[in-house]
């Protein structure tokens, strides 16, 4: 907000993702340093996936794309508290 641009991350049409969520890395000192999860449906499969995207390059490739077995709503919701 601070720079006034934004980045888009683009999943392929017809694809609609929940709301994510910002894992941290241990340690991270910035606010960008770490993962964002999110659930993707996928028409095509008729499933969901969940997404996992490097927060310092939002715009890139997906780390990792793990295939459900079924549809997540995409009201689902989920929270990251880590351990104390």
């Keep these: 907000m ?4 934004r980045q ?9 993702a929940g709301e994510p969520v910002l894992v941290p890395r241990r ?5 960008d340093d770490g993962y964002l999860l999110s659930y993707v449906h996928d ?8 997404v996992i995207l490097s927060a310092q390059d939002f715009t890139g490739h997906p780390l990792a794309r793990v ?4 549809r997540v709503p995409l009201g689902f ?8």
């Design 67 to 70: 295939h459900l077995p079924g």
């Design 8 to 16: 888009v991350h683009r999943f392929p049409d017809g694809a609609a």
């Design 43 to 50: 028409p095509d499969r008729g499933a969901s996936d969940l």
């Design 2 to 5: 601070l720079r006034g641009s």
């Design 27 to 31: 340690g991270a000192r910035d606010e």
């Design 77 to 84: 919701h989920g929270s990251w508290v880590p351990d104390a």
